[in-house]
């Protein structure tokens, strides 16, 4: 009788522990996903955005001046597609701005969520192997999703502020030679 019970202590124990290592692994695992989650958001608050808000606002101007003058567009087929670029900096900068601000809200979000489920684990909150490694691996795909869009942000960043300085005093030229002259008129 008492080996039985000796046993069966043996047992608990050796079920415990293989529980709290499993759940000291998650741990361990939910403390790496906050740190690359601390690294995203100073990754994004590195983009310089500021200076995209200024491109914003200087190409929105112009294509709104485009939009409501009457003008004849040269025939030169080289400024017909930098006209077409410059008009699809206006609509790419919103786009990102947008994208740029709901990320930062999904990466505090994401943040919150890790440190909730560090919390969970840690407390015991969490119960049965495969619920923990669900509720990591859907943290974990969150993650790789925000890296995702992060590298977007960025090359979408220098793909604009490229297109702008290439195409900006072009346009502004022809901002002032053709289309204020024809206004004027």
Do not use: W
């Not at 939910?30 to 690359?36: F, M």
């Not at 119960?127 to 969150?142: L, M, R």
């Amino acid at each position: 009788m008492n080996k039985i019970i000796i046993l069966s202590i043996i047992i608990v124990l050796a079920a415990f522990s293989c529980k709290n290592k499993l759940e000291n692994e998650y741990i361990d695992k939910t403390d790496s996903l906050l740190v690359i989650v601390d690294d995203f958001l100073i990754e994004i608050q590195n983009i310089d955005i500021d200076s995209i808000k200024i491109i914003q606002k200087q190409v929105t101007e112009n294509v709104e001046i485009f939009k409501n003058t009457y003008f004849e567009m040269p025939d030169d087929k080289q400024f017909m597609i930098d006209f077409g670029n410059y008009a699809n900096v206006h609509k790419s900068i919103k786009h990102l701005l947008r994208d740029y601000n709901s990320l930062i809200k999904e990466i505090n979000l994401s943040k919150t969520q890790i440190t909730g489920l560090k919390h969970d684990l840690s407390h015991g909150l969490i119960n049965g192997v495969d619920s923990i490694k669900i509720y990591f691996d859907d943290e974990h795909k969150a993650v790789n999703f925000m890296n995702a869009q992060i590298k977007s942000i960025n090359e979408a960043v220098k793909k604009n502020k490229r297109l702008y300085k290439k195409l900006h005093d072009k346009m502004e030229k022809f901002k002032n030679d053709v289309v204020l002259k024809t206004d004027s008129e």
